[in-house]
Nanobody, 125 residues
């Protein structure tokens, strides 16, 4: 079992920045691919970014490419999402997720085994 707790969400003006953190506990953190997803009201949960077990490879959605950066610190059992140049359409609940098994950076919700409770990000125009 992996327990994930997100933090760092909040209210920010368009063009601003936030850094989300996700602290993991329970199993060996470096055994898991980590991902960030988001869900806006009335919409399906969507992929934002993922990072390999070692942190050497990343993948991100086209909608956030060049603005958001995923990183991880395996010594601290934490994955981060640095969000810059935020837009109102980035408003959503952001979730981190962990995927065991092969280290493929997948983008599908069902591929991830463990989820945090989410943190709200609101971007005002």
């Amino acid at each position: 079992q992996v327990h994930l707790v997100e933090s760092g969400g909040g209210l920010v003006q368009a063009g601003g920045s936030l850094r989300l953190s996700c602290a993991a506990s329970g199993r060996t953190f470096s055994d898991y691919v980590m991902g960030w997803f988001r869900q806006a009201p009335g919409k399906e949960r969507e992929f934002v970014a993922a990072i390999s077990k070692s942190g050497s490879s990343t993948s991100s959605a086209d909608s956030v490419k060049g603005r958001f950066t995923i990183s991880r610190d395996n010594a601290k059992n934490t994955v981060y999402l640095q969000m810059n140049s935020l837009k109102p359409e980035d408003t959503a609940v952001y979730f981190c997720a962990a995927r065991g098994g092969l280290g493929v950076l997948v983008r599908t919700v069902n591929a991830y085994d463990y989820w945090g409770q989410g943190t709200q990000v609101t971007v005002s125009s």
